[in-house]
């Protein structure tokens, strides 16, 4: 049952995002034909530059509100009128969340790879460049990669605290949205006093950080590194403790209203 | 088949169902019947897990309710429960995908008796066309209990004789339909068995038959007495 909920999750995905996605993918293959164009005739590089615009704006437009239609989804089958269809499966609460934060997540990914690859199509992203970094200073390189999987894994981590915050506001029968605002003002606090404790373990394993020379590298990355794998553990833990949280309030607060 | 025991449901401070318990045979069509705010959508919605109740505990086929028991079970909410860009059509595979027990013909055919078309979105059709959408599809399963919540709310007076012959024509055989509503002269004459709500209390359960010998009127004329206004207040 799980996966079906969560293939019926992609179809919706895929129903909703198509247009935007194929009218990038139209525009971004204008955008190289017309650079291949301008090689022959000058006046194609003005409908290429024109093109090239429209391709980037579509590729953030698109990804934007692939992370949007997430939450929207959330909202929609977990919280109001498709809740009825959703929570009379024969699926416990907690798988019914986790399904909501895969299907999700691999809405987020697919999203992510099919921009890459458009940036990287039309030279936004230079890929041998990247790979060149590793030799050119791999500190720099693993930094790099460090930070685009902290990256990744912090996208996970905030689909499952915004489904918590919906599912905390939807959890009282008034002022919903006032509530969910509260929700991201208590996590803002918390991940706040997390990144302290984070500092302060830092400081206890590495008594010079603050005084770690800049023109040092190596030494630069191994300080920052130790606050960026820390952070993304408490993110993690943050994230696990939201999935609870969320569950908890689906069992027991959410009263689904009609309309 | 299904019995309920001293079920209270309370919010905050607000008592919305006090202390109901009312047992239901198999192979019968049961009415919950009272008017608006008495407790009928809380009862739905207990036996449908939605919420949890403050005490008391639901038993089906004599085993405390379960969540393999939602498989038999098929729900019609108040208000439709489809994705509005979808097709009707798409709205019957995706039934069929996620129920094992439903048959896309019999969906398809209730389809075509209320004349609703299968290749248009949910959101071209009417309140009462998308109603019956959601009709077909929970008649399209065969399960042991089927709970219909107001089915005959924004639908025409013609379809609503239509819609219970449907209903008694296509559930499963032997199972059991609880029909809540407020339009008791539409469904009396099907009813077996009635619970009447009111202020959150059961007032009476029965069989339909027992209660118009008891009090020597018609389902809907007892109902029009228990649930009279006083003309003083007016």
Redesign the interface.
């Known amino acids: ?1 799980m996966k ?1 909920l969560y ?2 999750d992609l179809i ?1 995905y895929f ?2 995002l198509k247009w935007i996605f194929l009218g990038t993918l139209f525009v971004t293959i204008l955008s190289v034909v017309f650079d291949m164009l301008s090689e022959i005739n000058f006046v194609w590089a003005m409908f290429h530059q024109t093109a090239f615009i429209i391709s980037i704006v579509g590729i953030l437009i698109g990804l934007a509100y692939a992370f949007f239609s997430i939450f929207q989804r959330y909202y ?1 089958t977990i919280l109001k ?5 959703t ?6 609460k907690g798988k019914i969340l986790l399904t909501k934060v895969l299907s999700g997540f691999t809405l987020f990914l697919l999203a992510i790879i099919v921009a890459v690859s458009l940036l990287i199509w039309i030279d936004v992203i230079n890929v041998q460049q990247f790979l060149d970094l590793r030799q050119l200073d791999s500190n720099l390189f693993n930094m790099s990669i460090l930070s685009i999987a902290s990256m990744v894994i912090m996208f996970f981590v905030s689909i499952v605290v915004i489904y918590a915050a919906l599912s905390f506001g939807f959890s009282f ?1 008034k002022r919903e949205w006032l509530y969910v605002f509260v929700y991201f003002i208590l996590y803002y606090v918390s991940n706040q006093v997390l990144s302290m404790i984070n500092f302060g373990i830092n400081l206890l394993i590495n008594p010079n950080l603050l005084a770690v020379d800049d023109t040092d590298p190596t030494a630069m990355f191994s300080a920052l590194s130790g606050i960026l794998i820390i952070q993304l553990i408490f993110s993690i833990g943050l994230g696990v403790v939201n999935y609870f949280i969320a569950r908890y309030l689906m ?2 607060k959410i ?2 209203k ?2 | 088949m299904l019995e309920a025991i001293n079920l209270t449901k309370a919010y905050d401070n607000l008592l919305v169902l006090d202390g109901a318990s009312f047992k239901i045979s198999k192979n019968q069509i049961c009415g919950l019947l009272g008017p608006n705010g008495s407790g009928k959508t809380t009862i739905i919605k207990l036996i449908n897990d939605l919420i949890q109740p403050t005490s008391g505990q639901i038993l089906f086929f004599d085993q405390k309710l379960s969540l393999k028991d939602k498989s038999n079970i098929a729900y019609l909410p108040e208000k439709s429960a489809l994705n509005m860009g979808q097709f009707v059509l798409g709205a019957i595979k995706m039934y069929q995908d996620f129920f094992i027990d439903f048959n896309p013909e019999h969906a398809k055919h209730i389809l075509n008796l209320f004349e609703v078309p299968l290749t248009k979105r949910l959101a071209q059709l009417s309140k009462g066309q998308r109603g019956k959408v959601q009709l077909a599809l929970t008649l399209g399963r065969k399960v042991d209990l089927y709970i219909l919540d107001e089915p005959l709310d924004g639908m025409d007076p013609a379809s609503r004789d239509l819609i219970m012959k449907i209903v008694i024509k296509y559930k499963k055989q032997d199972s059991t339909v609880i029909i809540s509503t407020h339009q008791i002269t539409d469904i009396e004459s099907y009813l077996d068995y009635v619970i009447l709500l009111k202020k959150g209390q059961i007032l009476e359960s029965s069989t339909a038959k027992a209660l118009e010998k008891a009090h020597n009127m018609s389902l809907s004329a007892y109902f029009k007495e228990v649930y009279k206004y006083d003309e003083e207040i007016i």
């Open positions: 049952m079906k293939k019926w919706h129903g909703q929609h009128d498709e809740a009825y269809f929570h009379t499966l024969p699926l416990s029968n069992t027991h009263n689904l009609n309309g």
